[in-house]
């Protein structure tokens, strides 16, 4: 079995953390943050963690039903409410950008840039447009470590930890293969639905069940906490279906990437249902589970 070691150099400095997005699973995967850097504090790591949350959104009625908002903040900035409650509780100095990151974005993990700095992206997107410009933004002349994707539709979900191609990472034969690589059309902007975030609360919790987000944030968090504390990981993603309580694990296996690709490419867009309300292409991964776009 094949394993994968982390970046040393994340072992030797304070790791840059950008988030990108903070709904549904954006908002859970912040608000564990926290506890992974702790984590890293009490073990000796010389800096934990320090985040950044971009998103441009603000705060609805709806919102308020099913991510942590009170309806006293409808309105404000979802990034800025979230970091600054964050910094009261934990005393951190984590940062909030409210914009949405733009196509033509560079992020970089260089201490000397103008541009976005983060050492390892978690991107918590509902389109495939906003990850085709987080995979264009982490590629090329990038030196973002680690690219971290995660998704979900009504009731499963999948999260995907990936070393994008880059100035940091070159080609080999073991590189983490990022979601964008294994599943292209999860990046594909021709096929978003253009659908509008739901209005209503109840046709909210019917596009996605109550728990499906948090869930999804805690394994994907568990990973990143298995890779700074033991040094390696012996898989680098996993897809979860709450409806049969299957989970499922993304071994490092060029094997599995291969057979991936090749179900992807195989793969049709199909219309917008009770049971697919992302409107998710229905590819499958070895384990025959359904890949997820939507995190709000």
Known sequence: METHRIHPELLERQVRVLVVGCGGTGSAVVGGLPYLHQSLIARGHPGGLQVTVLDGDTISPTNCVRLPFARSEVGLSKAIVLVNRLNLFWGLKWEAVPINLQPGSVISGSYHSDELRAHIVIGCVDTRAARAAIRDAVSNWSTVSYYLDLGN?????????????????????????????????????????????????????????????PTVAQHALALLARLFRFGEVSYHGGFINLASGITSALRIDPRCWGRARKLGKRSKPIARGPQNASGVPPTRTTHELPLSIRTH
Not at 160 to 170: A, F, V
Not at 189 to 211: I, K, T, W, Y
């Open 153 to 213: 539709n009504a009731d499963s979900g999948q999260f995907i930890l990936g070393e994008p191609l880059n100035q940091r990472n070159r080609r080999s034969r073991l590189r983490l293969r990022t979601v964008a690589e294994l599943y292209p059309e999860i990046v594909d902007p021709d096929l978003d639905n253009d659908g509008e975030p739901s209005c209503s609360a109840v046709e909210a919790l019917e596009r996605q069940e109550p728990f499906v987000n």
